[in-house]
Nanobody
């Protein structure tokens, strides 16, 4: 059974930094994209950043230049989000996501339980 476990959230002052980690346990036959989403109270879940197996990355406009996503390519089982210059509007629950497929090319989509990031002004 596949599980995604996030860590690294917490409370930080504006301008500070946090590093989120997501560890994948279990086996995904064909793991493609790994990424981070966030959901603030009263808002929809939104993409923060993702990285494809080929190395390409995508960032939300609101985090470009401040956040960096990276992936453990040796074991392909972890993804990280370095968050710098944090702003109060970055406050949200951050979710790890992994997308892939099984040996029959059926799509697979996994989510972590979420980790709270709170940025105080």
């Amino acid at each position: 059974q596949v599980q995604l476990v996030e860590s690294g959230g917490g409370l930080v002052q504006a301008g500070g930094s946090l590093r989120l980690s997501c560890q994948v346990s279990g086996s995904i036959f064909r793991l493609n994209t790994m990424g981070w989403y966030r959901q603030a109270p009263g808002k929809q879940r939104e993409l923060v950043a993702n990285t494809a197996s080929g190395g390409s990355t995508t960032y939300a406009d609101s985090v470009k230049g401040r956040f960096t996503i990276s992936r453990d390519n040796t074991k392909n089982t972890a993804v990280y989000l370095q968050m710098n210059s944090l702003k109060p509007e970055d406050t949200a629950v951050y979710y790890c996501n992994a997308v892939g497929s099984d040996f029959l090319w059926r799509p697979l989509n996994y989510w972590g339980q979420g980790t709270q990031v709170t940025v105080s002004s």
